[in-house]
C-alpha cells in the first residue's frame, strides 16, 4: 500500500531551466509533507516543508505547492544547477497539528540529473 | 557537529551472524526512527522509539529484527542470523518530542550493511 508516490523515477532538465518533481499521496489524514535530497552513500538531507493549511511554500531556490483537493504537491527548483543532481523524496506525516512527533512515510523517489 | 551519528557505517557480516547498529540522535531530540533503504527501492519505515518506550514498530519484520533506545547510550537496531536479503542501507532519523509545526525528521549519514 504506496500511501506516497512518485510516478517519475527519473527527471532530466538543462542547467539553468525550472524543475518540477511531482508527489501524490492516497492518506487524506497526512497534513503535513516534505521534500529530502539525497546524494549516493549519503543519509537522506531535508530540503523544504509545508504544513496542509498553506499552498506554498517558499525557500531559496525551493518551492513547494501543495493542492489538497488533488491530494498532489510539487516541487519546484529554479534555476536547476548541475549540484542539484540528487535523489529527492517526498515524505509525509499526520496528526502534526497536534505538535507531537509522528514518522514520516516516505515515497520511492525521484532521480534529477542537471546537465549542462 | 551535533547531527546525529550511526555507526558502523559499513558493516560486513556472513549469513547466520549478528548485526548491531547504532544511533545518537540529535542534541535534544527523544525520537528515534530507524528506515531502510533496499538497493533501487525508497526509504521504508521500520520502528520508531523514544527512550524506553517502543511507540510504532509496523514495520519491522516479525522475526530477527529489535530495537531499543535505552534510558542511556544510543539506540540498536539489532538484526540475528543476518541472510543475503538483509543487505540494505540502514538510516536512523531524530526528532524533537514536541514541535511547533509539522514534525521534520533529521537523518544520520547511514549504516551499510553487507551480508556474505
Known amino acids: 500500500d504506496q500511501q506516497v508516490k512518485q510516478n517519475s523515477p527519473s527527471l532530466s532538465v538543462q542547467e539553468g531551466r525550472i524543475s518540477i518533481l511531482n508527489c501524490d499521496y492516497t492518506?487524506?489524514?497526512?497534513?503535513?509533507f516534505l521534500w529530502y535530497k539525497k546524494y549516493p552513500a549519503e543519509g537522506p538531507t531535508f530540503l523544504i516543508s509545508?504544513?496542509?493549511?498553506?499552498d506554498k511554500n517558499e525557500d531559496g531556490r525551493f518551492t513547494v505547492f501543495l493542492n489538497k483537493s488533488a491530494k498532489h504537491l510539487s516541487l519546484h527548483i529554479v534555476p536547476s544547477q548541475p549540484g542539484d543532481s540528487a535523489v529527492y523524496f517526498c515524505a509525509a506525516s499526520a496528526g502534526s497539528s497536534t505538535g507531537t512527533a509522528s514518522k514520516l512515510t516516505f515515497g520511492t523517489g525521484t532521480r534529477l540529473q542537471v546537465t549542462l | 557537529n551535533a547531527g546525529v551519528m550511526q555507526n558502523p557505517r559499513h558493516l560486513v557480516r556472513r549469513r547466520g551472524q549478528e548485526a548491531r547498529l547504532r544511533c545518537s540522535p540529535m542534541k535534544g531530540h527523544s525520537h528515534v526512527y530507524w528506515y531502510r533503504q533496499l538497493p533501487e527501492e525508497g526509504l521504508k519505515f521500520m520502528v520508531y522509539l523514544q527512550k524506553e518506550n517502543i511507540i510504532d514498530e509496523s514495520g519491522m519484520p516479525k522475526e530477527r529484527f529489535s530495537a531499543e533506545f535505552p534510558k542511556e547510550g544510543p539506540s540498536i537496531l539489532r538484526i540475528q542470523q543476518v541472510v543475503r536479503g538483509d543487505s540494505a542501507a540502514y538510516f536512523c532519523a531524530s526528532s524533537p518530542q514536541w514541535t511547533l509545526s509539522g514534525n521534520t525528521i533529521y537523518f544520520g549519514e547511514g549504516s551499510w550493511l553487507t551480508v556474505v
Open positions: 509545508i504544513s496542509s493549511i498553506k
Open positions: 492518506n487524506s489524514m497526512f497534513d503535513y
